[in-house]
């Protein structure tokens, strides 16, 4: 062989060589460079048309117009053209101990006798990574559990190690004004305190498993003394806040409310519906910069379940759980004279439930309001429901831009992951949902979903 095909074979081998080691830094560099959709970044601010996003190691390494960023030459293109792409949806206020089916508040419709407390939470726990499941397929991919059982510790821990799953914060049981009599469990969900002392033993309790909140059932019933109930939630707040953990507090009466934030809640997490806000309590959440968590939809979801009625929107008809769903039909053979305490009458809502108004006033006050579901309720399905949520938003007034800011930016900061998810910046984790309409336009376009990523990686 001569000194010139020798030289020709090196030449080709190193040629092959090189090939092999670009082929095998394309294939591991992992880039992902979403390019040509219209871009919400969740912050509020302008729309950017035509933009790109390069996603790496699960972080949004670049983002803006298409033309400003610079695109690695080994990175995965997606083609998103003609789409939206917004932040991670995120739901503040779930329970996964409750899984939205007709035997999961045995306090409101007892049906133990049908389906033990104890087997319904068999079940729910079983069927965790698939309830998981239908947050992301819905866009979210964030929650924050609103309080359960000490599993709900445990759960956060399997959330975090299951692929297709949301990120997950939670509270622990609900340190609670009152104890339904019907939930007792060997892990309950609820816990009452009889004095200010008590409610600091049931904070402490919760502290060593690291809560990202302590939640606060402040109910009133009849002939409850509200001077007491003050004294102990109060104890709670400030145990909690001692720890640096925020409080996120239920309290859905303007006085209930106003008492909660002087004690100093970081958070509550329904709207206040027995009466229109007053400018004290606007100037008291505004000032303590709390957020306002909404729940608007779970009141239909029980009136739609226990009045008989069902009737789901498409996003939660085509992702909704159709085992939690077929459970709401088994209420209608049951006959009603066997259920203890029959079943409750959910009174037809007003025509502009005083919820709505309120949440227009706190926003237009510059308040933080939150998209929150409640779901695991009764009625109140896991994953879809905060479509709905946002639909009743965009009924009570609020835009477009501000719902998506209420349900991404703002929920982040229940979840204490302000600093990490929300926003599509610089330096955040990648998640996001590309979209096939615009939701500036109609938020029910938040339902056409073309894809969902999580940590930089697609779900699908
Ligand atoms: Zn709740």
Redesign the pocket.
Known sequence: MNTWKISLILFCLLLTGAAFVAAQQRQTSGVIVIQGATLINGTGGPSIRNGAIVVDGGRIRDIGPRNEVRVPGNAQIVDARGKWVIPGLIDA???FSQSGGIYTRPDIVDLRKWRSYEKEMEWIKQRLPYTFERYLVSGVTGVVD??GPMWNFEMRDIASHTKKAPRVAVAGPLIATYLPPTTLASDPDIVKPDSPAQARDLVRRQLDRKPDLIKLWWVRRQGDNFNEQVQIMSAAIDESKSHSVRVAV?ATELDTAKAAVRAGADIL??SVSDRLVDTEFINLVKNRDVLYIT?LA?EDGYRMVLDRQVALTDIEQKLGDTEVIATWSELAKIPAAEIPGGVPHIPAPPKRPAAYDNLMLLESAGVRVVAGT?A??IGTLHGPSLHHEMELMAAAGLRPLDIIGSATKNAAAVMGLQNDVGTLQKGKFADLVILDGDPLADIKNTRKIFKVMKAGEFLQ
Do not use: A, E, F, R
């Open positions: 206020h779930v329970h609103c309080g239920h997490v329904h729940t779970v409640d695991g309720n």
